[in-house]
Every structure is written in structure tokens, then in C-alpha cells.
């Protein structure tokens, strides 16, 4: 059993038909899905599920993936097995997602280009965002730096790519391996790749915008010592017009 990701070929899909494989308790499991499940510091998707014969729309209050299944729990008793369904995701929350998830993209290119440090960590909500660093010296006049070019990188709209690569080949490329892409299990044979074209390269399953205009531009709103080389940033999105 394998839930088709949908959000991983094309993360701007908010809707999708499905058919029920699994039923346990308020759970479901369908063979494809639009819901970003969560997971690598991006928070799970709401949204409803619909199918004939409901008094109102189902909501996903909860979910889970469990080896490459994707779990819905609903607060509406489930349909049986075989039902097909209407999976909608709260499509102005996904993508807010998908800017602050960009932006943190971002961040990391501009920290690595520039001071050629790691991401230690990192969490995301749908307007803000933090993420750790292994810096050591991390003051006003950086602060004020990064944040510029954080902006200008914004400004110039690059492309964003995701496509997959076989294990070996994405191994090879000395840029993600930064990403700490050798801590993924070595059952996974193909890697899903986000480049931020002539920026940033990752190993990640997550939905992201298309053009890092797209992100609108950013604050760092608060920084903080976590550790003589661990230093944590906290950005705000600015709203989009
Ligand atoms: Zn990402």
C-alpha cells in the first residue's frame, strides 16, 4: 500500500479525487492525496475531506505518514473502504507554508554563500519562521547584512526546480551534502531535490513556491545565542499586497 504525494510533483494542487484503502478508527488512508502530511519543520495541512452522503464536510484535524502511507484523521466517522473522495486543503495556509518554507531556503543559500556555515535546526509556522546555525559570531552588522541579502535574493526572483535524482548522483554533488543528506536512511533510492537555481540546494520532500518573488520579502525579527557556535534566527514574512 502507497499513498501517491501529489504535493511533491506539483505543490500548488489544493484538490484532488481519492479512494479510501485503509480505515483505523477516525483514520484514514487514501491512494493519492494533496495534504502535506508534515515533517523536515513544515506543520501538517488543514483541510476537509467530502464524499456523498455527509451532513458537512469532514475536517483533517490530524495526520501522520507511516512508511509511505499517508494517515487522515477526521472528526467525522470514516467511510469504508473503497469510497471515493474530495481531498481540499486550506489552500491559504499551505501556501503562506510554502513561502515562509522558501524563504528559509533563502536564508540557508545566503548564510552558506556567504559565511559557508550549516543549518543545525529549524521549525516553521505560516508567517514566521526560525532556523539555528553553527555560527559563531553573529552581530548587528551581520544581522543587518543577512537580512539585505536575504531581500535582494527575493528581488531578483530566481527559479525554484524540484526533480528527482538517483542515491549515487545526489551523493556526489558536494553542495547538498551540506544538508546532512547522509543521514538518509539508505532504503531510499531516489532524492527529491529543491534548488533555488544558482542559490540553494536541499534533499527535501516539502512544497515550496516557484519563484522566490513569490516569498514577497522578510524581517529578521530576533536572534539568539543557543551556544558559542550556535546562533538562532527568527524572520517574519511581510504580507503580500
Ligand atoms: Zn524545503
Not at 527535501?204 to 539568539?224: A, F, W
Request: glycine share 8%; hydrophobic share 40%; net charge negative.
Amino acid at each position: 500500500m502507497k499513498t501517491k504525494l501529489l504535493y511533491h510533483t506539483n505543490s500548488f494542487t489544493y484538490e484532488c479525487t481519492a479512494t479510501v484503502v485503509a480505515v483505523e478508527g477516525d483514520d484514514i488512508a487514501l491512494d493519492a492525496t494533496v495534504f502535506y502530511p508534515g515533517g523536515g519543520g513544515q506543520m501538517a495541512d488543514r483541510g476537509t475531506i467530502t464524499w456523498p452522503g455527509q451532513d458537512y464536510p469532514a475536517s483533517v484535524i490530524a495526520m501522520h505518514k507511516r512508511d509511505e502511507v499517508v494517515w487522515h484523521t477526521l472528526d467525522y466517522p470514516p467511510p469504508s473502504i473503497g469510497t471515493e473522495v474530495v481531498g481540499t486543503i486550506d489552500w491559504d495556509f499551505r501556501y503562506q507554508m510554502m513561502r515562509t518554507h522558501t524563504a528559509l531556503h533563502i536564508l540557508c543559500g545566503v548564510i552558506w554563500q556567504e559565511f559557508g556555515v550549516q543549518v543545525t535546526g529549524g521549525q516553521m509556522y505560516p508567517d514566521r519562521a526560525r532556523m539555528d546555525f553553527a555560527m559563531e559570531n553573529l552581530d548587528k552588522e551581520r544581522i543587518v547584512y543577512i537580512e539585505e541579502k536575504v531581500n535582494a535574493a527575493i528581488e531578483a526572483d530566481y527559479p525554484i526546480r524540484v526533480y528527482s535524482l538517483p542515491r549515487e548522483k545526489a551523493f556526489a554533488i558536494p553542495d547538498l551534502v551540506r544538508t546532512k543528506i547522509n543521514l538518509l536512511p539508505p532504503e531510499i533510492e531516489e532524492i527529491r531535490i529543491v534548488e533555488i537555481v544558482g542559490l540553494d540546494l536541499q534533499a527535501d520532500g516539502g512544497t515550496h513556491v516557484n519563484h522566490t518573488h513569490e516569498v514577497g520579502g522578510i524581517h529578521i525579527t530576533k536572534t539568539e545565542n543557543k551556544g558559542r557556535i550556535n546562533k538562532r534566527l527568527e524572520i517574519m514574512l511581510d504580507s503580500l499586497q
